[in-house]
């Protein structure tokens, strides 16, 4: 055979088996039409050799036999309360029919080059090149930067599919489309840019003051060498030398932690991971602790599937981030909802992993938020600003402003930007992002000349809008494709409130953010919310989830709180009052002394500086759940698992074990504050501080008795 012969042979080959794959009927998964603002395409093109990875999330089965054993090991008063799963039987439970894993191995065998793939419980894990990715996926695939962190990554545009073969198996699959910023999924951690240290009044925080308030015994440390907690991180890593110098300050034995991830120091944050490891290695002192870090644009999904398969498993885990439920797939494809990978089908992806981790036995808290019942990070901004708080942190040039809100139209699709309480919504982010943002705020400014109209800056350079005259009084003007105008509250243009997740998950435990109040820095007068009102840097968060339902180990007390007679809840059209409600607990969440590396780097020298956070919460308080735990294993007992059927239940039982927060709001976030809100409520469990913040001795001995153990 002439070699044009064997060449016409071998593209008639190709011919054939390209004519093949596009004949084949196939499902849309994804579909990106344009990149989120702060990306832009890289100036080179991919490779096909260039690597890429993605996971194929395959329909569960048993799922309700799941949930009705998680709610009975989960449930002190059920007879099979801390009877836990092994790994094995909960894979074996909700394993995908075989039918699945047949189709999904024939497609990925079909590509022309080998692919590695990795087949877990109920998912498949694929790594593979580019070229193979376009080829299984017929999707065209990126390089892409995000702008200010410079990290590369390889991602899908327009749409991508799966044969109709194998779509019925599949929930979505995961890692071709999703681009995270570092703002998009938000640690919930605050340091003013101006703090100089704490106020004289202000009461240092420190592992001493935690343990001497909430009744922990100075000298009660992990003994059980099979005890274990983990901390989440997203693109955030801790300096061994700060940990070294905060254990150094408090007279610390050296933690044994254990990495898991990349370490991407000096080119991401450390503050937030500074302190989840300080604290809850402080608060429960002698035990091995995990760092998970998440590689860039990997969020929830994936930590919680990395940590279901983790042996040992950690029988706690503390979550420093959030980002609006709502949201969740928002920032990971553009009409996701058109094609069944919307946030409410990620979120219950990720609510089934959370009561996988309780059927193991693992207790999961969840920082709630630092930005009030508003939120800032993926809110919409349509909640009307409280006038009498125009620039509450202060530093701006003026105490009132007339108007102190406006709304910037889109003029040609529509979508409406609230400024400044909707500064974290994508409609802003577009708007601010325009090259013509200055020419267009000057345009307003010269349309309105009597207004004094002005962006001035707080003292942690948030803007807010100066107006001398009355929001009536300043004139509508148009400007490069975007009208300026009067905001007009609109109960139609978007939630007022924005919950957080995963803290709004049913299946975790919330953990809120309190401060305390000292007539001489010293002593503790009172525990009240957190709240940028009473001096806290962060508004802890607390609220109702807009579709995950109530469970039922809070209806009561939630009803509680609807039902009480000082209560001043927000309009009704603002919150659903038969979903999950959140926090459940609280803890102290201001002014705790951390140390950080001056450099951002790994190595001292470092520094004290002191910072807020519902993230200081969550980490300290998953400190004393591992040392309950440690008292349990002790004694022959299983851990705890997930919490909050015992905690609502000891909330009922003995009100004793829990401290009351009765003063306080968190109708405003980090920067505004909102005409709504929800306040702390007397003897009730509330949207502020839920049941209320630990009496530790009280709980413990609690737990020995329902366990059957003697103190």
């Not at 329909?59 to 309700?64: F, P």
Request: charged share 15%; with cysteine; proline share 6%.
């Amino acid at each position: 055979m002439t070699s044009q012969a064997l060449f016409l042979c071998f593209m008639l080959g190709i011919a054939i088996w390209a004519h093949a794959l596009v004949d084949e009927e196939r499902f849309i998964v994804s579909s990106r039409s344009s990149l989120p603002p702060g990306f832009v395409f890289h100036t080179e093109a991919p490779t096909t050799s260039d690597k890429v990875s993605f996971t194929i999330f395959l329909k569960q089965r048993n799922l309700e036999k799941l949930d009705e054993i998680f709610h009975q090991v989960s449930n002190p008063k059920s007879q099979k309360w801390g009877q836990f799963l092994s790994k094995s039987q909960l894979d074996d439970l909700v394993r995908p029919d075989a039918a699945a894993f047949v189709e999904v191995k024939r497609w990925l065998s079909s590509a022309s080059a080998p692919v590695n793939y990795e087949i877990r419980a109920d998912s498949v894990k694929v790594v593979t090149t580019v070229g193979t990715a376009s080829q299984l996926l017929r999707a065209e695939f990126f390089a892409v930067q995000h702008v200010a962190s410079e990290r590369l990554l390889m991602r899908h545009m327009n749409e991508a599919s799966v044969p109709v073969s194998v779509a019925p198996y599949v929930d979505f699959v995961a890692g071709i489309s999703e681009m995270f910023g570092p703002d998009d999924v938000r640690p919930h951690l605050s340091q003013p840019k101006t703090a100089a240290g704490p106020d004289a009044s202000d009461i240092l925080i420190t592992p001493p003051v935690l343990r001497s308030y909430y009744n922990v015994p100075e000298g009660l440390v992990v003994t059980n060498n099979t005890n274990l907690q983990g901390i989440a991180a997203f693109s955030d890593y801790f300096s061994t030398g700060a940990l070294a110098a905060f254990e150094s300050d408090q007279g610390l034995s050296a933690a044994n932690v254990t990495v898991f991830g990349q370490d991407c120091l000096p080119n991401c944050d450390q503050g937030e991971s500074d302190l989840d490891v300080q604290y809850v290695t402080a608060m429960a002192r002698n035990i091995s602790t995990l760092f998970i870090n998440q590689n860039p644009n990997y969020w929830i999904l994936e930590f919680t599937e990395e940590a279901l398969q983790m042996d040992p498993i950690p029988y706690v885990f503390s979550i420093s981030y959030g980002w609006s439920g709502d949201a969740q797939c928002q920032i990971a494809v553009n009409n996701c909802k058109k094609y069944g990978y919307d946030s409410e089908a990620y979120v219950n992806r990720v609510n089934v992993d959370f009561q996988k981790l309780g059927v193991l036995g693992v207790s999961v808290m969840v920082s709630d938020g630092d930005d009030g019942a508003p939120s800032l990070g993926g809110a919409s901004g349509n909640c009307p600003l409280d006038d009498d708080t125009y620039c509450p942190l202060g530093g701006c040039a003026h105490k009132t402003s007339k108007c102190a809100s406006f709304t910037v139209r889109n003029e040609s699709s529509g979508d409406l930007c609230f400024f400044p309480m909707g500064l974290g919504s994508l409609n802003c982010t577009n708007f601010l992002n325009d090259p013509n943002l200055n020419n267009m705020l000057g345009d307003f400014v010269n349309g309105n000349p009597a207004c004094n109209l002005n962006i001035e800056n707080d003292k942690d350079q948030n803007p807010h809008f100066y107006s001398a005259c009355t929001c009536t009084e300043i004139r509508a003007v148009s400007s490069n494709g975007y009208r300026f105008e009067q905001y007009v509250f609109n109960e139609n243009n978007g939630y007022i409130f924005a919950p957080d997740y995963p803290t709004s998950s049913p299946w975790v435990t919330s953990v809120g953010a309190t401060q305390f109040k000292s007539p001489d820095g010293k002593t503790v007068s009172s525990e009240i919310a957190a709240s940028i009102l009473t001096g806290a840097a962060i508004s802890t968060g607390g609220g109702f989830s807009h579709f995950q339902p109530m469970p039922a180990y809070q209806t009561k007390a939630v009803q509680q709180y609807l039902n009480a007679a000082d209560n001043k809840l927000p309009p009704s059209f603002g919150f659903n009052t038969s979903n999950r409600a959140y926090p459940d607990v609280s803890f102290n969440g201001h002014n705790y002394k951390i140390f950080i590396a001056s450099s951002g780097g790994d190595q001292c020298p470092c520094q004290a500086i002191p910072v807020d956070g519902t993230s200081c919460s969550s980490p300290a308080f998953s400190g004393l759940v591992s040392l309950i735990n440690d008292q349990l294993l002790n004694n022959g007992k299983t851990p705890l698992g997930f919490l909050n059927y015992l905690l609502y239940q000891m909330y009922e039982e003995a009100p004793q074990t829990l401290h009351d927060i009765s003063s306080g709001n968190n109708r405003c976030n980090r920067a505004y504050c909102c005409k709504y809100g929800y306040s702390a409520v007397k003897g009730s469990w509330d949207p502020i501080s839920g049941l209320g913040s630990p009496n530790f001795q009280e709980i413990l001995q609690y737990i020995l008795a329902k366990k059957g153990i003697k103190a």
